[in-house]
């Protein structure tokens, strides 16, 4: 059964930094687009980040220099490296897979997503 497990999420200072962690079981983990997604207070879920099988990567715009997403396919793991942190990032922050090569920046065309990991940052 697919799995995807979320975890490094937690409080921080503005300014700080936290590295997510997405734990993958139950597919093909190196032939599919991996994706960051997040859902802030009272607002709909948006990108943060994608990297697709080839390692390319995309960004919101909002988090562009900040925020690296990196997959270590032998692990079956993706990461999102959170540096530069702003109150305006908290978020719960969600871990979705695509069965597909490329990234997408539309959640829609993600199939697996998991619980999702909360994110604070305090000013």
């Known amino acids: 059964q697919l799995q995807l497990i979320e975890s490094g999420g937690g409080l921080v200072q503005a300014g700080g930094s936290l590295r997510l962690s997405c734990a993958v079981s139950?597919?093909?983990?190196?032939?599919?687009?991996m994706a960051w997604f997040r859902q802030l207070p009272g607002k709909q879920r948006e990108l943060v980040a994608a990297?697709?099988?080839?390692?390319?990567?995309i960004y919101a715009d909002s988090v562009q220099g900040r925020f690296t997403i990196s997959r270590d396919n032998a692990k079956k793991t993706v990461f999102l490296q959170m540096n530069s942190l702003k109150p305006e990032d908290t978020a719960v922050y969600y871990c979705?897979?695509?069965?597909?090569?490329?990234?997408?920046?539309?959640?829609?065309?993600?199939?697996?997503g998991g619980q999702g990991t909360q994110v604070t940052v305090s000013s």
């Open positions: 990297v697709n099988s080839g390692g390319s990567t």
């Open positions: 979705t897979a695509r069965t597909a090569a490329y990234s997408s920046a539309y959640e829609k065309r993600y199939t697996y």
């Open positions: 139950g597919l093909t983990f190196s032939g599919y687009a």
